[in-house]
């Protein structure tokens, strides 16, 4: 059940901070038709642009510009949205948003247009979160795969599956009323066969999520070796500009360096790292010591040797420190210095690149190399962006299924609804069918206000 919404006008400038050509400022709540009169000296029509003088409370204009109302429930959040579209400076924005709230409204909260829009049943919680996933996408790619999420591809899909789930319970909960039917009448069904089809449509659901997770929020690429194997050449080459100061000079990496580069619009946080090795110098062991914190929250490692030294004592002395659970890519770089040809080789310890940073030949291996190890697979039109908490769900009801499988083939059968009556509940977190309230106070708070 969803929380209730309390009948309060709420106003909140919806453009973004600083100056531009036109701002707006947005309101929700009752009877803002009243309060459109008050601000205006007008009523408004619905849904026309009206060219206005905006009001304060002595009657001497603040601004002029146009009103735009819209009345429940045909608006986004299902109350009366009024947006009023002034000149775009910060003084005038909060002069206007001051002067509705003297009518009677109150700040939003962030994320509090969007949620009263959930709340009223505009949107799914899914779709919801796909509103501040489109603001905040920072590729083409993960901007479209936003948009298919709120115009409710996932959601349909949740939607689909779950019906498919609600059918098959009503075969077992049947088969329990009347137990004199037992198994047979499930076989005669094909219940069993449904239950297959079931898991294996969820896992192709949990694989198009893993997808747009990573499309979501990237992967994060951490640089280490030893001081000058050509980890800020590499950085540079990536990323296509002098990010990183190159120098023969080992050690010239003091300190974690950032960069975000795209690769068929999966975005890849690459992060440079001071060289790892003993020193007495105060300043470089510091960088070390945050290279080794960056290394254990990486995604994957780019684990760089130098071609003309090979992989030496110092090097083992590394990976014995590396973590287990941490996918590693290794890069012998400088083949340019030694006469090796580019190229991918697997060996015992992983799939090694050979590439020179500096000319970057074999550098367009190492991009494909890293799409495959971060699990990218195109699927055109199929990806829509997930948040973690949609592939938990989902892994959560991959287990439920799968142990009602196994109790199927016990013939346990009061288990198997139990295991599917928790893989729906689970399932419908995704689009709030069913979401503690809590829950709902933490996905909205991330979103922007006035949004």
Same mark, same amino acid.
């Given at each position: 059940?969803?929380?209730?919404?309390?009948?309060?006008?709420?106003?909140?400038?919806?453009?973004?901070?600083?100056?531009?050509?036109?701002?707006?400022?947005?309101?929700?709540?009752?009877?803002?038709?009243?309060?459109?009169?008050?601000?205006?000296?007008?009523?408004?029509?619905?849904?026309?642009?009206?060219?206005?003088?905006?009001?304060?409370?002595?009657?001497?204009?603040?601004?002029?510009?146009?009103?735009?109302?819209?009345?429940?429930?045909?608006?986004?959040?299902?109350?009366?949205?009024?947006?009023?579209?002034?000149?775009?400076?910060?003084?005038?924005?909060?002069?206007?948003?001051?002067?509705?709230?003297?009518?009677?409204?109150?700040?939003?909260?962030?994320?509090?247009?969007?949620?009263?829009?959930?709340?009223?049943?505009?949107?799914?919680?899914?779709?919801?979160?796909?509103?501040?996933?489109?603001?905040?996408?920072?590729?083409?790619?993960?901007?479209?795969?936003?948009?298919?999420?709120?115009?409710?591809?996932?959601?349909?899909?949740?939607?689909?599956?779950?019906?498919?789930?609600?059918?098959?319970?009503?075969?077992?909960?049947?088969?329990?009323?009347?137990?004199?039917?037992?198994?047979?009448?499930?076989?005669?069904?094909?219940?069993?066969?449904?239950?297959?089809?079931?898991?294996?449509?969820?896992?192709?659901?949990?694989?198009?999520?893993?997808?747009?997770?990573?499309?979501? &929020? +990237?992967?994060?690429?951490? /640089?280490?070796?030893?001081?000058?194997? =050509?980890?800020?050449? *590499?950085?540079?080459? @990536?990323?296509?500009?002098?990010?990183?100061?190159?120098?023969?000079?080992?050690?010239?990496?003091?300190?974690?360096?950032?960069?975000?580069?795209?690769?068929?619009?999966?975005?890849?946080?690459?992060?440079?790292?001071?060289?790892?090795?003993?020193?007495?110098?105060?300043?470089?062991?510091?960088?070390?010591?945050?290279?080794?914190?960056?290394?254990?929250?990486?995604?994957?490692?780019?684990?760089?040797?130098?071609?003309?030294?090979?992989?030496?004592?110092?090097?083992?002395?590394?990976?014995?420190?590396?973590?287990?659970?941490?996918?590693?890519?290794?890069?012998?770089?400088?083949?340019?210095?030694?006469?090796?040809?580019?190229?991918?080789?697997?060996?015992? &310890? +992983?799939?090694?690149?050979? /590439?020179?940073?500096?000319?970057?030949? =074999?550098?367009?291996? *190492?991009?494909?190399? @890293?799409?495959?190890?971060?699990?990218?697979?195109?699927?055109?039109?199929?990806?829509?962006?997930?948040?973690?908490?949609?592939?938990?769900?989902?892994?959560?009801?991959?287990?439920?299924?799968?142990?009602?499988?196994?109790?199927?083939?016990?013939?346990?059968?009061?288990?198997?609804?139990?295991?599917?009556?928790?893989?729906?509940?689970?399932?419908?977190?995704?689009?709030?069918?069913?979401?503690?309230?809590?829950?709902?106070?933490?996905?909205?708070?991330?979103?922007?206000?006035?949004?």
């Amino acid at each position: 059940m969803k929380p209730t919404i309390a009948p309060e006008r709420i106003a909140a400038i919806a453009t973004a901070p600083g100056r531009g050509g036109i701002g707006v400022v947005r309101l929700s709540g009752p009877n803002l038709a009243v309060l459109a009169k008050s601000l205006t000296g007008k009523l408004p029509t619905p849904r026309q642009a009206h060219f206005t003088k905006f009001l304060d409370a002595s009657g001497q204009p603040i601004d002029a510009g146009l009103m735009l109302f819209f009345p429940a429930p045909h608006s986004y959040t299902g109350e009366d949205v009024l947006e009023l579209q002034g000149h775009g400076g910060p003084v005038v924005m909060q002069m206007l948003l001051a002067r509705c709230l003297e009518l009677g409204a109150r700040l939003a909260r962030p994320g509090e247009f969007t949620q009263r829009a959930f709340l009223n049943d505009k949107l799914d919680l899914a779709q919801a979160e796909a509103v501040a996933d489109l603001i905040d996408a920072d590729t083409s790619a993960a901007a479209r795969s936003a948009l298919r999420s709120l115009d409710g591809e996932f959601s349909r899909r949740i939607h689909i599956w779950c019906e498919k789930l609600i059918n098959l319970r009503m075969l077992v909960e049947a088969t329990l009323d009347f137990p004199e039917e037992e198994v047979d009448f499930l076989r005669v069904a094909k219940a069993f066969e449904h239950l297959e089809s079931l898991l294996k449509s969820l896992e192709k659901l949990l694989k198009q999520s893993k997808q747009g997770s990573l499309l979501r &929020t +990237g992967l994060h690429v951490v /640089l280490a070796g030893q001081p000058n194997v =050509g980890k800020s050449s *590499l950085l540079n080459c @990536l990323s296509g500009e002098d990010r990183a100061i190159v120098t023969e000079v080992a050690g010239t990496t003091r300190d974690v360096l950032r960069e975000t580069i795209q690769i068929e619009g999966i975005p890849l946080h690459i992060i440079d790292t001071a060289g790892l090795r003993d020193t007495e110098d105060t300043i470089e062991r510091i960088g070390i010591a945050r290279t080794w914190k960056e290394i254990e929250r990486a995604d994957l490692i780019l684990r760089l040797v130098d071609a003309r030294v090979g992989v030496s004592a110092e090097d083992h002395a590394i990976d014995s420190r590396l973590p287990s659970d941490v996918p590693v890519l290794w890069v012998f770089n400088k083949i340019d210095l030694v006469g090796m040809q580019a190229g991918k080789v697997e060996s015992d &310890t +992983g799939t090694w690149i050979r /590439l020179s940073a500096l000319s970057g030949n =074999g550098v367009d291996l *190492l991009r494909s190399e @890293l799409l495959r190890v971060a699990g990218w697979e195109a699927h055109g039109e199929e990806i829509f962006l997930a948040r973690e908490r949609h592939l938990e769900a989902l892994r959560e009801a991959h287990g439920h299924v799968l142990q009602a499988i196994a109790h199927a083939s016990n013939d346990m059968l009061d288990l198997m609804a139990e295991e599917l009556r928790l893989a729906q509940e689970v399932v419908n977190r995704i689009t709030g069918a069913f979401s503690a309230d809590d829950l709902l106070g933490v996905i909205f708070s991330r979103f922007c206000i006035g949004k």
